[in-house]
Structure formats: structure tokens, C-alpha cells
């Protein structure tokens, strides 16, 4: 079965349920090929997220997706391709989430996406396994998730997958506001789920002025 069958089984799915659905594979546009996150919700394909920052590996099957922001039509509607929009669930106000393929993410892309109002960071990244590589992914998030006042949803597909350059973890976590709410590695199943607090987050960012804060080190970091 290709991609497109699988997502159209996916969208038509989605149909009756609330969940913000993201799966990610291959989308070809012209002559190049990108890694993707398509982002499903209620029966519609809401937006396709290319991955900006490739390993030396994933550079001999796919392009870079920074600089790529277009609307293309896909199953007869027009949907967003690009890596600098969040994305909102219509009938979830106070949900609105960014992608970065590429956790622990780059800091500044990351404030950006807080800065525009997204609550919860999805980072669907394949994570090789090696010695102790989880543990310090799960460090790396609690902290980012500290630093923007944020959820984190960090999940490496892969379970049971390798290559011949690396096996894959398949490890999966939600960290919220520095808290790591629900995790495994990935061993064994790495399916987890954990209730997030959007109205903390937003108190706890207006208690701490993190806008303020968050633009006056971005703005000293370009003066640097």
C-alpha cells in the first residue's frame, strides 16, 4: 500500500474522532522528495510539515525542506506545505501546535512557534538507538518544555525497525512545563498518553513575562 492510500484510510478514519493526528512519510512535489509530517483532524488533511534539518543519511533520500512554504492540492483540497506555521484545531481553541521534526529542536525556531501562540510542540523525529540516547532525549525535553512553558509530544517511530547504518528506538514522551508526564522507551511498546494543562501553561507564561524575556534574548542573540 502507498503513502497517499494510507493517509486517505487515515483522513477518512478521523472523520468522527477529536484527536489532531500527525503521521509522518514521503511527499514528492516536483522533482524532489521530502520527509514529512501530514497533520489530520475531523476528516481533513490540515497541513504537511517537511523536515528542515537532515542527518548525512536522510540527505540520500530526501531534500531539505527549509524555504519550502506552498499550498498544493492533495485529495481536492488545498493544503499548506510548509515548517514556519502552527497549526490550530478548529473546535480546540486552546490548542494550537508547531512542528519541528528535528528534537530536541533548535531553540530560536522553537520560541518562535511559542511566541505565535502554539501551546503544545510536536517533534516527530526518529531517535537511533544507542547506549543511554533516551535518557538524555528525555532530559533535553523536560528542560526545553521548562524554558518555553510548554508541552512537548516527542515520538520516534521506528519500534523494532533498523538499517544497515542504525537500529531505530522507537521511544516516545510527553513533557509538560518541565515535567515529564508519561514515557517509554521503546523496549518493549512505546504507545503513551498523559492529560496536558493548556490553561497552566498560558498562566504560567504570563506570570513569568515569557514573551518579554523569550524577544529579549532572541534579539541579543542577533546582535551577537
Known amino acids: 500500500m502507498c503513502i497517499r492510500d494510507s493517509l486517505e484510510q487515515i483522513i477518512e478514519a478521523s472523520r468522527e474522532l477529536l484527536p489532531v493526528i500527525v503521521v509522518g512519510g514521503p511527499m514528492a512535489i516536483g522533482a524532489k522528495t521530502y520527509n514529512c509530517s501530514f497533520v489530520v483532524h475531523r476528516g481533513s488533511l490540515i497541513g504537511v510539515v517537511p523536515k528542515r534539518f537532515l542527518n548525512a543519511e536522510e540527505k540520500r533520500w530526501f531534500s531539505v525542506g527549509e524555504g519550502l512554504e506552498l499550498f498544493t492540492e492533495i485529495f481536492d483540497e488545498a493544503v499548506a506545505v510548509g515548517s514556519n506555521f502552527n497549526v490550530q484545531a478548529v473546535d480546540l481553541p486552546d490548542f494550537t501546535i508547531s512542528f519541528s521534526l528535528d528534537a530536541p529542536g533548535v531553540g530560536a525556531d522553537a520560541a518562535s512557534a511559542v511566541l505565535s501562540g502554539a501551546t503544545v510542540l510536536v517533534w516527530p523525529s526518529g531517535a ?7 535518557s538524555r532525549r528525555r532530559t533535553a525535553i523536560a528542560a526545553e518544555s521548562a524554558r518555553l512553558s510548554s508541552a512537548i509530544v516527542s515520538a520516534a517511530p521506528g519500534l523494532g525497525e533498523s538499517t544497515s547504518e542504525s537500529a531505530w528506538s522507537g521511544g516516545c514522551l510527553i ?11 521503546g523496549a518493549k511498546e512505546n504507545a503513551v498518553t498523559a492529560d496536558v494543562d493548556l490553561d ?5 507564561r ?9 524577544r529579549a534574548e532572541m534579539a541579543s542573540r542577533q546582535i551577537e
Not at 200 to 204: E, K, M, P, S
Not at 206 to 214: C, I, K, L, S
Open 175 to 185: 513533557a509538560e512545563n518541565g515535567e515529564v508526564l508519561a514515557a517509554k522507551s
Open 206 to 214: 504570563r506570570a513569568n513575562d515569557f514573551a518579554g524575556r523569550e
Open 200 to 204: 497552566l501553561l498560558v498562566a504560567t
Open 128 to 134: 537511533p538507538a544507542v547506549a543511554d540516547s533516551f
